[in-house]
């Protein structure tokens, strides 16, 4: 589904992904977990391409690209990837000046040129799964966090992409809110949607993720199968992180 090769990315003379290469298999959930700054995000955005990587390749279904350091990819190879992914962000992106059903619908409009009536059909199609249809016409302003993220979520999925890319989806979000937003990324994991996720949220990664991705320093430490990974770590560092983030959740539940 999706083939990562050799990924580098470069900022100057700072090397933020050195030779990350993964394979994330079509309907299957990937959680990218690591410290901050690891380059979790990074390679998540590299993946649709809103950051170039140096050199490396990449394949999403029949579409692949490969890269090398002072060569741009064409515009056109770059929307062949970037339109098989929906992304995520961290704090919601919504369009402040549209109402909940507008966000949705509006890259099918403006991007695809579907017709108004059948936009509307997706996008409140897309609301109903996501819970909620009941605020169709509520503007982001009026609309709690984990609201708005559901939103985002609806908009991400409108135009139907082959995998859905998450950066910190609950990290802006108190644990009620976050809940909500772990169950609609739980509802869409047992559909069979391919997701990858960066998170530092270990109970949304563990709920959710199939496989998972550690990554410390632009490398990966370890990867394997979630539920062996996070009871049963192999690497050290890996052992000292999750034991770390879980005692942190722990106390940020019970104050």
Known sequence: MIELDAIEKRFGEAVILKDVSITIPEGSVTALVGP???GKSTLLRCINLLEIPTSGSIRIGTESLA???GRKPGWADIQKIRRQTGMVFQNFQLFP?????????EGLLTVLKWPRDKAEARARELLAKV???HKADAWPATLSGGQQQRVAIARALAPSPRVLLCDEPTSALDPELSAEVVEVLGKLASEGTTMVMATHDLRLASRIANNV???EAGKVVESGKAAELFANPQHERTRRFISSIHAAQ??????
């Open 36 to 38: 901050s700054g690891g």
């Open 213 to 215: 991705v550690f990554l």
């Open 67 to 69: 890269f090398a350091p």
């Open 250 to 255: 722990v106390l940020e539940q019970n104050p």
């Open 131 to 133: 819970d909620m249809a």
């Open 97 to 105: 000046h549209q109402t909940a059903l507008g966000n949705v619908m």
